[in-house]
């Protein structure tokens, strides 16, 4: 297994982890780009997702943008982005944002929207306004839906952060790319490895959210 | 956009589309493949339910151009490496809907067909693999529409379809290619949408009314 170790050799050695394009510097572009673009996606889809799905309109939108969302191509969306501003941070923090968005919309709006009617009514009769009956029974119970949104989205922004490589953002992606267009697998390998274990702990870390936030009943 | 190009590029350009369409198809039926298999055996042992699911669920999540990276060392820039990582993406879609849609068919109906002297196979054939057609084909219209998708990044291992227009496009700051390419991507999983709707309301007849 000579390829396993010089791609294991590749990770102890203190020299791929530093300088411009080292590790410690990919993984934190990568990480930071990702964090930026769920911050604003969110910021932009569960206010919009969970006031429709609270006031139940606009269903047609809310559900089906997400099929719209899956049959875009994450790399067209990348490189049309890319062709409306200039290279690097802006078209790709774009189309992050553009993929991020649809899932948790309809999370949210499908989390609120299917909240048990019985209960949402209970609330209701129990004097709390609209308000009360969304802050206090609506949003809790949507909680873990709107959780898997959010993880979909992440997942999915954390994976297209590296094709952005392409668009001269660099991450971990550029390791990938590099590394094909010199025919170096060690690079390939290494680049796709790193990737695989963010995207992984993503996953993982967000789905123990979920079960740590879905109340117990 | 330049029409000289695309008119002067028109057979490139269908030939592309084809290798698209093929690569997908090819993908989701080796899915299909696999996961009729692993969804039956899921239903008859439960046990081995949440640990197929969990292994479909973290290869899903491996990103694509990932995948495909870390098949190169082992199987090259090739078509298999592009259908590998397409078919295991396919893998935790089609599990999930098969099994679901097996486990909606109503155990009264399973029953009868016994009751009337149906053996497994037989049952599974003519009874509740039609019964569960609508999840089923709800799953492969997801895949398809994805595996469409993800095909475009199988473009920087050279068998990307209508991708190498886009990464051409991208590497020569040539828009024409690249918008032809991202917009045929999309008409063509739409297209696929929609031709896969006709085929589950031609498959399942009874179910037309209520549209």
């Known amino acids: ?217 | 956009m330049d029409w000289e190009w695309v008119g002067a590029h028109r057979s490139l350009i269908v030939d592309l589309a084809e290798a698209h369409l093929e690569l997908t198809v090819l993908a989701v039926v080796l899915g299909l493949v696999l996961s009729f298999p692993l969804a039956l055996a899921a239903r008859r042992w439960r046990r081995l339910y949440s640990p197929v699911l969990s292994a479909a669920g973290v290869l899903y999540a491996i990103p694509s151009l990932a995948l495909f990276a870390l098949l190169v060392p082992w199987t090259g820039l090739t078509r298999t490496t592009a259908l590998i990582a397409l078919v295991s993406y396919t893998l935790l879609i089609l599990v999930r809907n098969i099994a679901t849609g097996l486990d909606g068919v109503p155990s009264e109906v399973s029953e009868a067909a016994t009751a009337m002297g149906m053996r497994a196979p037989r049952r599974l054939w003519t009874v509740e693999l039609p019964l569960a057609l609508p999840a089923v084909v709800a799953g492969i219209r997801v895949a398809t529409v994805t595996t469409i998708g993800l095909v475009t990044v199988a473009a920087l291992i050279g068998h990307g379809g209508l991708g190498q227009l886009i990464l051409d496009g991208l590497n020569r700051d040539f828009r024409t290619p690249l918008v032809v390419g991202s917009a045929l991507s999309v008409a063509l999983a739409a297209t696929a949408d929609v031709v896969l709707v006709g085929v589950q309301r031609l498959f399942t007849p009874w179910a037309r009314r209520d549209g």
């Open chain 1, 1 to 217: 297994m000579g390829f396993l170790a010089d791609v294991a050799a590749f990770f102890g050695d203190r020299a791929s982890w530093r300088g411009d394009n080292g590790l410690t510097q990919l993984i934190a572009e990568h990480l930071a780009i990702s964090v930026a673009a769920m911050a604003v996606a969110m910021a932009v889809a569960l206010p919009l997702g969970l006031v429709l799905g609270h006031l139940g309109r606009g269903e047609m939108v809310a559900v089906n943008v997400s099929n719209v969302g899956r049959a875009l191509p994450s790399f067209a969306v990348l490189v049309i982005a890319l062709q409306l501003s200039s290279i690097g941070v802006t078209p790709t923090l774009v189309a992050l944002v553009l993929l991020a968005v649809p899932p948790m919309v309809t999370n949210s709006f499908v989390g609120v929207r299917n909240v048990d009617a019985d209960m949402v009514e209970a609330a209701r009769a129990m004097g709390m306004t609209g308000r009360q009956v969304f802050a206090g029974a609506e949003l809790p119970a949507a909680l873990p839906l709107i959780m898997a949104g959010i993880r979909t989205a992440a997942v999915q922004v954390v994976a297209t952060a590296t094709l952005a490589a392409l668009v001269g953002f660099g991450g971990l992606g550029a390791l990938i790319l590099v590394g094909l267009r010199t025919g170096d697998n060690v690079e390939v390998f290494s680049g796709a490895l790193a990737v695989t274990v963010l995207a992984m702990a993503t996953e993982l870390g967000l789905g123990w959210l979920q079960r740590r936030l879905t109340p117990p009943f």
